[in-house]
């Protein structure tokens, strides 16, 4: 072939000389720059190729990396992971290979995504999230993706949707509410995870989590330094109470001294709030995570503990009334999971109090027929969003969609297992959900969320607005 039939094959003197044209009419000041900018702009948006790995989450357990490739660069995304989902959510594939990482593995994840997930995707254009997404369910063909494993989707998923934003030329929290049909970008509350207990820590508390929401903030910035300062407050205070130890934290961050009631450990987070000055401007939300200790009917509050014969079992009813006495004395503005995922009438009955904002999760595990039957019957007014019980970026926006429509609070979660991913924050921006639970302001997984959230809040400038006292309905 010529010089001249590779020129005109290509169409390169047409594509050179309007590159030009362009530049002289925009009067730039690098027309080099310009130009490559404009050609640049001129190749087609299509997805090259898709490189998966494994790679370790922050528990140290294997997780899924991937490397999707378009003409614009390469775009990395990781799955988090979590305790099996059960039932209900979408099925991290595991290698199962006790040899291996005591069998958590996920080579054959992997494996689907170079073989299987790239082949079906390369040459789609990421901009178009809902058909890339589909492509991957279709291929899986199951209804909880067990056969690609959700965490080999969902990777594939948001490196995909980084694609689409860079594509577009735009932050990705904004191709993501242009995905959502929504333009509002506003600024979550942050979850500051403060005590941790349940199964997730080794003291004898039963709930799972106590954390504060800085409401009274005026900036997502501010609501960082009020949780920072208040984490270390009571890191001091625990200190004083239970010697050094006490301070030890667990898998998000989360401080875990030995206390075993449910008063313990927020009277240490009061006496912290008021060291911090800051009493007027935060609430608290708990995890109870009831699931976890619940027996048959009833609820051991003392399910942790190494002497058996001091169960301390409660019923439905005394549950409720547990926490009506809690919200009374304590500023509890959201309580998630009060009850077993399978006690709908408790929490339909307790949710109709309106005592606080209810959210679901164990309860809902993010899934559409869940979501929709507690719709219905008014069985909790949040939706605590985990994307891997999904597996794609479009059905989050979907189910997120679902929770709006019905005039719910979506809170964005993390899991247990994260990486240094920040996609949550943007996510959260993108889709206005107005809270956000990414642990506590320790740990760099964590903190990758919470510190790209500051950088959205600053690229936004002056038009950046916190959600503030509006977090339930932002």
């Known amino acids: 072939m010529s010089v001249q039939d590779y020129l005109d094959k290509h169409m390169l003197s047409r594509k050179i000389e309007d590159a030009v044209n362009a530049a002289v009419r925009a009067k730039t000041a690098d027309p080099v720059l310009f130009i490559s900018n404009h050609m640049r702009k001129a190749v087609p948006s299509a997805i090259t190729k898709v490189k998966a790995r494994q790679i370790l989450d922050s528990r140290g357990i294997p997780t899924v990396e991937v490397d999707l490739y378009t003409n614009k660069g390469m775009f990395r995304a990781s799955a988090p992971s979590g305790a099996p989902s059960g039932m209900y959510g979408a099925i991290e594939l595991r290698d199962g290979d006790k040899a291996t990482y005591l069998g958590n593995g996920v080579s054959k994840a992997v494996k689907n995504i170079n073989e299987k997930i790239s082949e079906a995707i390369v040459g789609m254009d990421p901009i178009l999230?809902?058909?890339?997404?589909?492509?991957?369910?279709?291929?899986?063909?199951?209804?909880?993706?067990?056969?690609?494993?959700?965490?080999?989707?969902l990777a594939v998923s948001v490196a995909a949707c980084r694609a689409g934003a860079a594509e577009k030329e735009v932050p990705l929290y904004k191709h993501i509410a242009d995905l959502s049909g929504g333009g509002n970008h506003v600024l979550p509350v942050p979850a500051f995870t403060l005590i941790s207990g349940g199964k997730h820590a080794g003291n004898n508390l039963a709930l799972r989590e106590i954390m504060i929401l800085p409401v009274g903030a005026q900036t997502f910035e501010e609501a960082m330094q009020m949780g920072s300062e208040t984490y270390h407050h009571l890191k001091a205070v625990i200190a004083e109470k239970y010697g050094p130890h006490g301070c030890n934290v667990v898998e998000d961050g989360g401080l875990a001294p030995d206390i075993t009631s449910f008063r313990e450990g927020l009277d240490l987070v009061m006496e912290a709030i008021g060291r911090t000055g800051y009493a007027n401007k935060l609430k608290i939300a708990i995890d109870v995570a009831a699931t976890d200790f619940c027996i048959g009917s009833k609820y051991d509050l003392d399910f942790k503990s190494p002497k058996k014969s001091g169960q301390n079992f409660k019923s439905g009813e005394e549950m409720i009334e547990i926490y009506k006495e809690l919200c009374k004395d304590y500023p509890i503005v959201s309580i998630e999971d009060p009850f077993d995922k399978e006690d709908w009438e408790q929490v339909k009955f307790f949710s109709g109090l309106r005592i606080c904002?209810?959210?679901?999760?164990?309860?809902?595990?993010?899934?559409?027929?869940?979501?929709?039957?507690?719709?219905?019957?008014?069985?909790?007014?949040?939706?605590?969003?985990?994307?891997?019980?999904?597996?794609?970026?479009?059905?989050?926006?979907?189910?997120?969609?679902?929770?709006?429509?019905?005039?719910?609070?979506?809170?964005?979660s993390q899991r247990s297992g994260e990486t240094d991913d920040s996609f949550l924050a943007d996510l959260s921006v993108g889709l206005a959900t107005g809270q956000i639970k990414a642990g506590a302001p320790c740990r760099g997984e964590r903190l990758a969320k919470y510190n790209q959230l500051i950088r959205i809040e600053e690229e936004i400038g002056e038009q950046a607005s916190y959600v503030g006292e509006n977090w339930r309905h932002s």
């Open 129 to 153: 999230q809902n058909q890339i997404d589909q492509a991957m369910i279709d291929l899986d063909k199951t209804e909880k993706k067990g056969e690609l494993g959700a965490n080999a989707i």
């Open 357 to 412: 904002q209810v959210v679901g999760d164990g309860l809902l595990m993010s899934n559409p027929k869940r979501i929709e039957r507690a719709i219905q019957e008014n069985a909790c007014d949040a939706l605590l969003l985990k994307v891997n019980q999904l597996g794609t970026v479009t059905e989050a926006i979907e189910v997120v969609k679902m929770a709006k429509d019905a005039k719910w609070g979506v809170v964005i």
